[in-house]
């Protein structure tokens, strides 16, 4: 049958879209001039071409903020797209994590010569998918623009391609990433099913006029969209992937993944829930809350046994996401504004730290071993002052963004009633700030002339960080680890047969774990042949470590060479500390500024 | 309120016998996938599939939607898959006896269990069907054909949507592209060639030690090919738990 009607199709907006039009079509853009200028002008004109898109990107952002604030919020392209403060916040804030991330990668991608602009083209793309997520006012955009950042994502932990690690950690990533978004298709159809619409403004106003009396199937879409979302986020039984990927990831991309992922996933997460299942707070609250409690305990639980700072940071960055769901299971607009406050403050945070872990990790990105912090404000004592104050806003020290991002989830809480999740929140916050700490502190501390690091650390604690913790992730699998990290319980299991049965292979790890440290630092400063004064079993595990390495010596650490820093990391750095410190001394424009957003938010 | 089966008005016998038939397909085929030895037999079993909810599509009226499912899924999508897998080696032997977590498929049987029992509970004794009209309509809605509908669809409600899958694909060219680079066409580095790399956080250097993965088409296949060498070239002592010995093997090796 022909058509005889035309179809009336929808008036756009453009500067509803205009951030994600910059961003994908300053990726298209790059591509095309990377592809065209010479091989060793392309890591720099890529740089310099996303920190232009990122600043356009924020300024179109910026006059989106001017015209709401005037105006007020409005959706676009028959209401699929919704701007208000809430999505121009997020707007923003993935703006300033693209600029951030691409000054970080330049240095990253200079010193590993991996490769041209694509980092940055797929980093733009992924950044429009968070936006998109933001900015989304129907399930089906949510979804997409998921897809949109995810897959983004999978590639970009892949792409050290050197590192076997990164290709394991992007297929972990995607095989279980892809697992949750099928889930959560699953969620949108049942709520599909359930509604009759996937626009979130329709969902919300099919509840408010209708009693669901079998509420079944809404229920259960509600809990595979909670599922999603909770996977996306690192949200705890769901975030077996966090440790590995993080770990896998070149450095600086972890920083984005941690910061826009988040950031993304959290948006659309409390959009969803806070706008179109608002009602039904009654019967997800108690979920958020149970989620809450688990990450808050088990993020910062697990770091502390880590050797790794990667596989420490990813484990922190599970403890944020505990205090982000604070603020939505505070469901209120107070809760949501604490939200986007806290990703605001993190997202600094989080991309200063990873930059910093990034230029410790030296060429190849796999110094990143605790003791490899060991003596760093002696040898660099700018870089070390910066990770300090990263990593102490993190545990949420006074003076920082940290503080405040803390302090208003957790009073967002305690608002709401929510008075043993505050405590916890609080103790949780205790927990990770030993381990914020004691990395600082290892910065401070002078270096040893012996390998002897693990020893003097904390002795208690340290089987437990060799059996479970540290060692070996890439091996277990994902639901072993689960096992291992979703309860204390096992792992002191665990670790009791390891001491008991087999206590002569369990010495001679020790030793072999010094030896592979002193050896590192022998590789780092590009000893060719180095001597050993180790025992026998350590000499044997020396043997079986390097092939043509033929003798181990303990270098004297102090020895290990200054990390170069890139003009470009150092901006990012200290554009990170600065928002941190800036914004931690004077919290009132940053507050305020979430605030409004979310009072400027369209339902 | 009515039960699952008869939420249409015109649900009638046959159409009932159709969903049955249809719905064992889709099963059969389902599980052909995920429990096929051979990868060719799955991507086969996925015809079935992609098949039977084919023939559902035409149940709903949705005609359109059926002549895609089998042209662009059965037809393009699995000869791509078939295409993949012989690419890689129909012969390769992937050894699923192998467990590299022990219980974890007792496990997985009983949440497996779990699952089914609820969602069977769910579906035999609450109403599924709230009522509610999808704000699509029909697919045959005012006497249009559905291409019409669909058509109109894309260009209004779900026009945004339609729009940003193009960031998919650009993300599809550039990721296949990064993918596929071989790292040596980059450059050579003679670090690569150390047997321990720096950094004795565990997988780092593991994975950096062990031997290249040949020919990296992607990099999801050398990643997954390197999981399955780790698993079988690991020796697993008696008395050990398998995650503790996973951490002495790798740093006694130190990999």
């Known amino acids: 049958m022909l058509a005889t009607t035309v179809i009336a199709t929808p008036h756009i907006r453009y500067l509803a879209i205009l951030p994600e039009i910059v961003l994908l079509g300053g990726g298209v853009v790059l591509l095309a001039v990377a592809s065209l200028v010479r091989r060793q002008l392309r890591v720099r004109v890529g740089t310099l071409l996303t920190v232009a898109i990122a600043a356009g990107s924020l300024g179109v952002s910026l006059w989106q903020w001017a015209d709401v604030t005037g105006r007020g919020g409005f959706t676009a392209i028959d209401h699929a797209v919704v701007v208000d403060g809430f999505s121009v916040l997020v707007n923003i804030l993935v703006s300033c994590a693209v600029l951030l991330t691409a000054l970080v990668a330049d240095g990253y991608l200079l010193r590993e010569r991996v490769g041209g602009a694509e980092l940055q083209v797929l980093a733009l793309v992924s950044a429009s998918g968070a936006m998109i997520m933001g900015s989304a006012n129907d399930l089906i955009v949510v979804f997409l623009g998921l897809e949109i950042l995810s897959i983004a994502l999978y590639v970009l932990a892949a792409f050290n391609s050197r590192r076997e690690a990164s290709g394991e950690a992007a297929l972990k990533y995607f095989i279980l990433g892809s697992f949750s978004s099928a889930v959560f298709v699953y969620g949108i159809a049942l709520v599909y099913g359930a509604t009759g619409s996937t626009n979130l403004a329709q969902i919300a106003d099919f509840l408010s006029r209708n009693v669901l009396v079998h509420d079944g199937l809404l229920l259960a879409g509600l809990t595979l969209l909670l599922v999603g979302f909770s996977f996306k986020v690192a949200a705890v039984p769901f975030h077996m ?56 305990l088990v993020g910062a639980g697990l770091a502390v046994v880590q050797r790794d700072v990667k596989r420490m940071l990813a484990y922190s960055s599970i403890n944020h996401a505990g205090f982000v769901l604070l603020g939505l299971q505070a469901a209120t607009g107070r809760g949501a504004s604490d939200a986007l406050y806290y990703l605001f403050a993190y997202t600094f945070m989080v991309i200063g730290s990873f930059a910093v872990v990034s230029l410790i990790g030296r060429t190849g990105d796999v110094a990143h071993d605790l003791s490899t912090y060991r003596g760093l404000a002696r040898r660099q004592p700018l870089l070390a002052v910066c990770f300090a104050v990263l990593l102490l806003a993190q545990a949420g020290a006074p003076f920082t963004t940290g503080l405040w991002a803390k302090l208003q989830v957790v009073l967002a809480a305690v608002d709401n009633g929510s008075v043993p999740l505050a405590v916890i929140a609080m103790a949780s916050a205790a927990l990770a700030a030993f381990f914020y700490l004691r990395l600082a502190v290892l910065m401070y501390s002078p270096a040893p002339a012996s390998g002897g690091v693990l020893g003097e650390e904390e002795p208690g604690e340290q089987p437990v960080a060799l059996t479970a913790g540290t060692v070996g992730p890439f091996r277990a699998g994902p639901a072993e680890q689960a096992m291992a990290e979703a309860q204390p319980q096992p792992v002191e299991e665990l670790r009791a047969p390891a001491v008991r049965g087999a206590r002569p292979v369990w010495a001679g790890t020790e030793q072999s774990v010094a030896v592979v440290d002193r050896l590192n630092a022998a590789l780092l400063i590009d000893a060719e042949t180095v001597t050993v004064d180790g025992e026998t079993p350590a000499s044997a595990a020396a043997d079986q470590v390097g092939g043509d390495v033929e003798r181990v010596e303990a270098p004297d650490p102090a020895l290990v060479s200054k990390v170069p820093v890139p003009a470009l990391s150092a901006v990012a750095i200290g554009l990170c500390v600065a928002v941190t410190v800036v914004f931690g001394f004077i919290p009132a424009p940053l507050v305020d500024f979430a605030h409004h957003a979310t009072l400027l938010f369209v339902p | 309120m009515t039960p699952l089966l008869l939420a249409s008005t015109r649900a009638t016998i046959p159409d009932l016998i159709t969903f049955v038939v249809c719905a064992a397909v889709v099963l059969t085929g389902a599980l052909g996938v995920v429990m096929s030895r051979n990868s060719v037999h799955a991507a086969l079993s996925l015809v079935l599939t992609l098949f039977g909810v084919a023939v559902l599509f035409i149940e709903q009226d949705a005609q359109f939607l059926a002549a895609v499912q089998v042209i662009v899924y059965a037809g393009a999508i699995v000869v791509l ?17 192998a467990e590299p977590l022990k219980g974890q498929r007792p496990l997985a049987l009983v949440l497996v269990v779990i ?32 291409t019409y509908l669909l058509g109109r669809s894309v260009f209004t409600t779900y026009l945004w949507a339609f729009e940003i899958t193009a960031g998919l694909l650009v993300i599809a060219v550039v990721g296949a592209v990064v993918l596929a680079r071989r790292p040596s066409q980059v450059h050579e580095e003679p670090r690569d060639a150390r047997p321990a790399a720096p950094g004795a956080g565990g997988p780092g250097d593991a994975a950096v030690a062990s031997p290249p993965v040949a020919a990296a088409v992607a990099a999801g296949t050398g990643a997954s090919g390197s999981t399955t060498d780790d698993g079988e070239r690991r020796p697993v002592p008696a008395g050990v738990t398998g995650r503790a010995e996973d951490g002495m093997d790798e740093r006694v090796t130190g990999s």
Do not use: C
């Open chain 2, 115 to 146: 699952a089914a029992t609820g969602i069977i509970f769910l579906a035999a004794t609450s109403h599924w069907v709230t009522g509610a009209h999808a704000v699509a309509g029909s697919t045959t809605a005012g006497g249009h054909s559905n």
């Open chain 1, 241 to 296: 992937w966090t440790p590995d990927v993080y770990q896998g990831s070149p450095s600086p991309v972890t920083g984005f993944m941690a910061a826009v992922a988040k950031a993304g996933a959290f948006a659309a997460f409390l959009r969803v829930f806070l706008s179109s299942f608002g009602l039904l707070r009654a019967d997800w609250r108690p979920v958020i809350y149970a989620l809450a409690v688990v990450t808050l």
């Open chain 2, 81 to 97: 898959f078939l295409f993949v897998i012989m690419f890689l080696g129909v012969d390769r032997e992937e050894n699923v006896a």
